[in-house]
């Protein structure tokens, strides 16, 4: 009799302990899923723009990047696809509109064919081969930035800026992905002359 009751005792007790545990396990994965769910969605960058950039990058004082890259052959890719020279290679390749075919848009502007998700929906793809093309999506550190201005008010320190925040210096790989073979102009591409053509440092560097 006692033994009996102590093992239906013993029982409870045992599927009492397992309920707890499958909870907890339930909980814990919930709570890693969740936990996933927000890294990635923080982690999401978006392309922004180079209007989103000039804010920031257009005074004297930053290096006026945007001045800059607003000179750029770049910033005139997609216009360029409109020009006589434009129309002729496409015609050759049976395209009736440059400014509307995948064949020329993979490289005259930035982020085609990317995820819509990742795109602001006020991207100007007029714009050409924007900031982005070369230092990754902005998102990121625009958030970041904004967040550093407070803290160098509060502090007098800015916000370090780290890695992730975009690409920084372009490499090579970032640039090839447009100047290679696949170009129906293409003539070569000579790394360090055509990096050093298009860096825009700031004046005191
Ligand atoms: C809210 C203002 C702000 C905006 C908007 C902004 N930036 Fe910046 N950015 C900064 C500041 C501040 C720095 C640090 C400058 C320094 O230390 O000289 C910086 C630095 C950089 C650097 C150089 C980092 C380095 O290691 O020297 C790059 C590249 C850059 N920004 C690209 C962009 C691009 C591309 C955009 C648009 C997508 C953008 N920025 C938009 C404020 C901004
Ligand atoms: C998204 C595609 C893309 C990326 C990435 C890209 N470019 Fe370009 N680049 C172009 C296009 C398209 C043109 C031609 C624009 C025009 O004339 O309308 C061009 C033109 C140029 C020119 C002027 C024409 C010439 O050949 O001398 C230079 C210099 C240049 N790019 C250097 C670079 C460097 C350096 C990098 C990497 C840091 C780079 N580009 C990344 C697409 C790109
Ligand atoms: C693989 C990327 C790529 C593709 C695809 C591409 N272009 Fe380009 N395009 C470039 C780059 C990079 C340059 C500048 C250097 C060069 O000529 O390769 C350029 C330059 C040009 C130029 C010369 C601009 C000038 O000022 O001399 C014209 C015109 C042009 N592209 C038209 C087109 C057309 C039309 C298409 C589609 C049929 C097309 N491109 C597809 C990357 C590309
Ligand atoms: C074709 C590629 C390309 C494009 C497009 C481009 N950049 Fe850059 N950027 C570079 C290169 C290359 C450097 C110089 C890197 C070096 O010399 O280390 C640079 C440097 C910078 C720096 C650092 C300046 C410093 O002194 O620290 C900033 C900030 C910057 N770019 C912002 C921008 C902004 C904003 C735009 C758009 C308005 C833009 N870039 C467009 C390639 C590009």
Redesign the pocket.
């Known amino acids: 009799m006692d033994v009996k009751m102590s093992l239906t005792h013993c029982n409870k007790f045992i599927r009492g302990f397992m309920m707890k545990i499958k909870l907890r396990n339930i909980l814990m994965i919930a709570l890693t899923m969740s936990s996933l769910i927000l890294m990635g969605y923080g982690e999401e960058f978006t392309y922004v723009g180079?209007k989103k950039?000039?804010k920031c990058?257009i005074s004297k004082k930053m290096?006026a990047?945007?001045k800059v890259?607003a000179k750029?052959a770049?910033a005139k890719a997609f216009d360029t696809l409109a020009s006589d020279e434009s129309k002729k290679i496409a015609a050759a390749k049976g395209i009736s509109d440059p400014q509307k075919s995948e064949s020329c848009l993979k490289c005259h502007i930035t982020g085609h064919g990317l995820d819509k998700k990742i795109i602001d929906s006020k991207f100007d793809i007029t714009l050409g081969?924007?900031?982005e093309?070369?230092?990754g999506p902005g998102s990121k550190h625009i958030i970041v930035r904004g967040k550093s201005k407070d803290q160098k008010k509060a502090t007098g320190k800015p916000l370090p800026i780290t890695k992730d925040e975009f690409k920084?210096?372009?490499s090579k790989e970032v640039c090839i992905k447009c100047h290679n073979s696949d170009s129906p102009t293409f003539k070569g591409f000579d790394f360090v002359k055509k990096?050093k053509e298009?860096?825009?440092?700031?004046p005191s560097?």
């Open positions: 180079a950039c000039k990058h290096g990047q945007y890259w750029m770049h081969v924007q900031c093309s070369c230092h920084f210096p372009p990096f298009v860096s825009h440092l700031k560097k």
